[in-house]
């Protein structure tokens, strides 16, 4: 079976660093997504690792371990416009192109 | 300019009564899938269409069905819509082979069922 984890609910300041953990156990592993969700809007991709080590774009940045089953999202430099839910996804299995998805983890900026 | 379009945004209708939803795309993606997400919860793959090749997972009601005429389109029918199928229903796309594979999403169908 997959199972993926992520805090429920998160809250970080206005111009602060907040990292977002995920972990995973799933059969197989074939790549990690983060997708940004504003709520009833429809996800928008943010990043992907399928190789261990940090990934970085602009105030985001993405990290795995697979021999941990670990990942986190890290945003710097936070905005208002940060407040989203934000969805860990794992691709399972080789030849495998479905993402499982895990709960979300809803970030509040405050001022 | 919209890639994955779904309609109608927004589906009200009464328990029992049919439901259908809409998903086109201009990607040119070969791989086509239906997700419903309830509210704070993880989206739950449906089916998904690996070009003609229609996969249902395991654990999808037989209430609900799905269609892929050709490429760019795929929809979704609810048989006899119950108030637990109320949710958010997600469109995404994906190129295998190509890229991450990563996931495009249309903005989604709302259905409240009364």
């Known amino acids: 079976g997959q199972n993926i984890d992520q805090p429920t609910e998160m809250t970080a300041t206005e111009g602060a660093i907040v990292q977002i953990n995920c972990t995973y156990q799933?059969?197989?592993?074939?790549?990690l997504f983060w997708y940004q969700q504003h709520a009833g809007e429809a996800p928008t991709f943010l990043s992907y690792n399928v190789l261990d080590g940090l990934e970085e774009k602009g105030r985001f940045s993405s990290f795995l371990s697979r021999s941990k089953g670990y990942s986190y999202l890290l945003l710097k430099e936070l905005q208002m416009k940060d407040s989203a839910s934000y969805l860990c996804?794992?691709?399972?299995?080789?030849?495998?192109?479905?993402?499982?998805f895990g709960k979300g983890t809803k970030l509040s900026v405050i001022p | 300019d919209a890639m994955v379009i779904q309609n109608p945004r927004y589906q009200v209708t009464q328990f029992g009564k049919p439901v259908t939803l809409s998903c086109s795309q201009t990607?040119?993606?070969?791989?086509m899938y239906w997700y419903q997400q309830k509210s704070s919860q993880a989206p739950k793959l449906l089916f998904h269409y690996y070009d003609k090749d229609f996969n249902n997972e395991a654990d999808t009601p037989d209430n609900f069905q799905s269609r892929r005429p050709n490429t760019s389109f795929c929809f979704l029918d609810i048989r006899s819509p119950g108030l637990g199928d109320a949710a958010m229903y997600l469109c995404?796309?994906?190129?295998?082979?190509?890229?991450?594979?990563?996931?495009?999403f249309g903005e989604g169908s709302r259905l409240t069922v009364l």
């Open positions: 996804a794992v691709k399972a299995g080789a030849g495998s192109y479905q993402l499982t």
């Open positions: 995404a796309t994906s190129r295998l082979g190509q890229g991450s594979g990563e996931l495009f």
């Open positions: 799933t059969s197989g592993f074939n790549g």
């Open positions: 990607l040119n993606h070969n791989v």
